[in-house]
């Protein structure tokens, strides 16, 4: 018999008794205790796994006072993570791309209400020629039909019955 078939069930009995009180996982504890095995070479193996072990849950347990977890990580905050960006800038690439296929003068309302430079209502009445008490309207009907063109895209499934 080998040294690791002679160790493997030692290992794993004394990883299991001592993880839970060092609040490691047991297969953490044993994959240290492994590395730690072919650094060194010790004269009476089973003797020196069960001081191994211990040694490696009082050192998780050092480790487990002095790190402190943050709540959300500093430079993982869900607005500076790169997917966020990538989706926010999908979403209103779709949502534009909507808006251009919107009926009649939907297109041009709804893009001025969507400008960057926030525009009033008089402003934009004034650039599409149409009179402010009738932008209400106008603008309630085209983001009724923005909303039922995105709702109908998203719930349309694809070729096959797959999602899109």
């Not at 939907?106 to 960057?116: N, V």
């Amino acid at each position: 018999m080998n040294l690791v078939e002679e160790l493997t069930p030692l290992l794993a009995a004394e990883a299991a008794a001592e993880a839970s009180a060092a609040g490691i996982d047991p297969a953490d504890l044993e994959q240290a205790v492994w590395v730690r095995l072919l650094e060194q070479t010790p004269a009476e193996p089973r003797r020196w796994v069960r001081s191994a072990v211990r040694a490696e849950a009082r050192r998780a347990r050092r480790l487990a006072r002095r790190e402190l977890p943050y709540a959300v990580e500093p430079s993982e905050s869900a607005e500076t993570r790169p997917e966020h960006h990538a989706l926010t800038a999908e979403q209103r690439r779709e949502v534009r791309a909507a808006v251009t296929r919107t009926p009649g003068r939907c297109p041009e309302l709804l893009a001025a209400m969507l400008s960057p430079d926030d525009p009033t209502y008089r402003e934009i009445a004034g650039e599409l020629g149409m009179s402010q008490g009738s932008l209400g309207p106008v603008r309630s009907r085209c983001l009724g039909c923005l909303r039922r063109m995105l709702a109908a895209e998203v719930a349309a499934p694809g070729v096959r019955g797959r999602e899109r």
